[in-house]
């Protein structure tokens, strides 16, 4: 009963093939390919670039925050997009949260505060459902971590709005997207070329705010990923030194046997 | 050991120091180790890792279906190098698994669990299937998509028992849904069964350094000059090896640290909307495989055993006929390096598993149904026919003389 190495090393090749097999067609329409970009934030040294990500929360201000909240979120985390304390407060002041009790037990309606969290548009799920032709519109705090694909996605997703291809039915207030797993999205079209006039002057087609809101949501999904490739950095290069010490040490202690 | 009169005082009373000095620095080690049997230490370094982020992120966590989620999601923004330690956390649990894994391969090539070894693999056994159930309700506490409805198919499995599974299933759940109480119950199961496992992992030295360490001879050392001292030998080898393995593993902290992960779970938990695909975390993929392999059982049309009960004795027993190996392998001759056959089975046996793992990420319909019972089917076989035969029927090759005559090629001893 002897087995030849080549019977194991056909075995495991064919592991690999097996792999590179591609899903069914249906599971291919139901799971879009999405296109890999490159973003200021990839990569070991990326960062978040600050103007598109004041950009993007223009573009979220205005277009998306009618419907969608940013509910993980306090208006003095916009401090990191590099506002100051009077942009934010200014911010936040737009809105208005209930507090209380006060003195004599009654809930009062105030400005929001810079330590209060964003908002949300909906008072609940329900009211949300209710404004919105039975679909719930996600809350966008970590939209980018919450897809596969992330920021790819988010931003295939905002680009990939069409005309629905022949022979396609959609169901009343449903929306044809290229890059949605079933291609039927509830959520109209959010973003039209102008929708938004920015304040540097760039000009707001599709893709720049597409762009900027994902850079933004990027940022509100992981807002510690600078500081955290930054510790990274100094991390690594100081376990590379270490580690070379480590094994010098090492060689030089079982020298001693050979 | 130091003559200090402080040290020889307490060690009069306790003698802790001539413990240490006799388990960790005298402790006569196998010169011949490769960097294979690094793996244990490191596991040991992770799972103290584990506990210390573990012990300081269950100060900020708030265990409670409304506040779960949220509560994570403040370590990870408010909390000071809150994301430092979750990260820390979450995939630490990955590289316990990897770190365990080559380990118990390692155990497997290299014919660990042999006599006198036994009871030392039957410990490792039980740290496996407790890590399993601790890194399972770890995985429920965020409280996300996937915790939630992991949670759902991991306890349902119980309900596969007959007559008293539904009665079971409520019972752990504290409900007749997953709700409050089976979060704070895992809460409080998941912060001790570390300890359970650091307890395990104490009788697991126990018993190594009773029966002492394998080597990849597998012979048995016959004297001195075949063993050298634990330390400084292995405590700088071991070091070295926890070098390349932190580079590794805060590699994927700092820079890809859902790398594991799902993102269905930063979606917050909604017993309403069930995901299309609910699959483990990548160390369950193997078992998870095994778990839906099966079909129902007939016997002239009556089903004897649901899909659901074969499957869940099946993924148990996946595990549990570990603790049979040493007696299912009676060849006397532990290393594969002396046991052609064996050692090729080995490297299918291997590869039966990682086909198993590709099977659990991918849905249970056509072309993955069948290739998850030829797995699951070589699994077993493997285990209970094969191990066996080859152990009647391969002829070994000749073991040599002892580990200096092999290690050192006639040289003189070393200045040992």
Not at chain 2, 138 to 162: C, D, E, H, K, R
Request: one cysteine or more.
């Amino acid at each position: 009963m002897r087995v030849t190495p080549t019977l194991v090393s056909g075995l495991i090749a064919g592991l690999f093939l097996l792999s590179s097999v591609t899903p069914s067609p249906a599971a291919a329409a139901e799971m879009p390919e999405i296109e890999k970009r490159d973003w200021s934030f990839d990569g070991i040294f990326g960062s978040f670039d600050r103007t598109a990500q004041q950009r993007g929360y223009q573009v979220y201000n205005e277009l998306c925050s009618g419907c969608h909240g940013l509910r993980l979120l306090t208006y003095r985390n916009l401090a990191a997009l590099g506002y100051d304390e009077d942009d934010i407060k200014a911010f936040a002041a737009e809105y208005e949260v209930t507090d209380g009790p006060d003195e004599e037990g009654e809930m009062y309606q105030r400005e929001a505060l810079p330590s209060d969290h964003f908002v949300s548009p909906f008072a609940n799920t329900n009211a949300a459902r209710a404004a919105n032709n039975g679909a719930l519109p996600p809350d966008l705090s970590l939209i980018v971590k919450a897809r596969k694909n992330g920021a790819d996605y988010i931003y295939a997703l905002l680009t990939g709005y069409g005309d629905t291809p022949d022979g396609r039915e959609l169901p009343d207030g449903m929306y044809y997207n290229a890059a949605f797993p079933g291609h039927q999205i509830a959520m109209p079209q959010p973003l039209d070329d102008d929708a938004v006039e920015y304040a540097d002057g760039t000009p707001a087609t599709v893709n720049q705010m597409a762009s900027d809101l994902t850079t933004f949501l990027a940022w509100t999904a992981s807002p510690e990923m600078e500081a955290r490739k930054l510790l990274g950095l100094k991390v690594m290069l100081f376990l590379l030194v270490f580690t070379a010490m480590l094994a010098a040490i090492k060689r030089k202690v079982w020298s001693r046997l050979h | 050991m130091s003559t200090h009169p402080v040290v020889k005082w307490i060690d009069e009373r306790l003698p802790v120091f001539t413990f240490l000095n006799h388990e960790l620095r005298d402790y006569p080690t196998p010169r011949n180790l490769n960097y294979w049997w690094n793996f244990g230490s490191i596991a040991g370094i992770v799972l103290v890792v584990l506990i210390g982020t573990g012990v300081m992120l269950a100060m900020q966590y708030t265990p409670h279906v409304n506040y779960a989620f949220d509560s994570v999601e403040r370590i990870m923004r408010d909390v000071n190098y809150g994301w430092l330690l979750r990260y820390l956390h979450s995939n630490g649990v990955s590289m316990f698994f990897i770190a365990v894994y080559i380990h118990l391969f390692r155990g497997l090539y290299f014919g660990s669990y042999k006599s006198p070894r036994e009871i030392l693999w039957a410990m490792g056994v039980i740290i496996l299937l407790l890590m399993m159930a601790t890194a399972f309700m770890g995985y429920v506490l965020p409280w996300g998509q996937m915790s939630f409805w992991g949670a759902t198919v991991i306890t349902n499995l119980f309900s596969a028992i007959p007559l008293v599974g539904e009665e079971i299933v409520n019972w752990l759940w504290g409900g007749y849904s997953i709700g409050n109480p089976t979060l704070t119950r895992f809460y409080a199961l998941h912060y001790l069964f570390p300890f359970l496992i650091f307890a395990v992992v104490f009788l697991h030295l126990v018993a190594l350094h009773t029966v002492k360490s394998n080597n990849p001879l597998g012979i048995d050392a016959t004297g001195p000059q075949d063993t050298i001292p634990f330390h400084p030998y292995y405590t700088a080898k071991d070091f070295f090896g926890f070098g390349v393995f932190f580079l590794v593993y805060l590699g994927f902290v700092f820079y890809a640290p859902d790398f594991f992960g799902e993102p269905d779970n930063y979606i917050p938990a909604n017993p309403l909307a069930t995901p299309p695909h609910i699959v483990p975390e990548w160390y369950f993929l193997p078992f998870y495989a095994i778990l839906r392999a099966v079909p129902d059982i007939e016997v002239f049309g009556f089903v004897l055993i649901t899909a659901k009960l074969a499957g869940v004795i099946l993924m148990f027993g996946s595990i549990l006929i570990l603790f049979f190996l040493p007696w299912l392998d009676f060849s006397k001759v532990r290393s594969s390096r002396f046991r052609p056959i064996f050692k090729q089975f080995f490297w299918i046996f291997f590869a039966d598993c990682l086909l198993l793992g590709w099977v659990g990420a991918n849905p249970p319909e056509g072309f993955f149904v069948i290739l998850g019972r030829i797995g699951t089917a070589f699994y077993f076989a493997y285990f209970i026919v094969i191990i066996p035969l080859i152990a009647y029927f391969e002829k070994p090759r000749p073991l040599p003389e002892s580990i200096s005559a092999e290690v050192l090629g006639g040289k003189e001893g070393g200045k040992s």
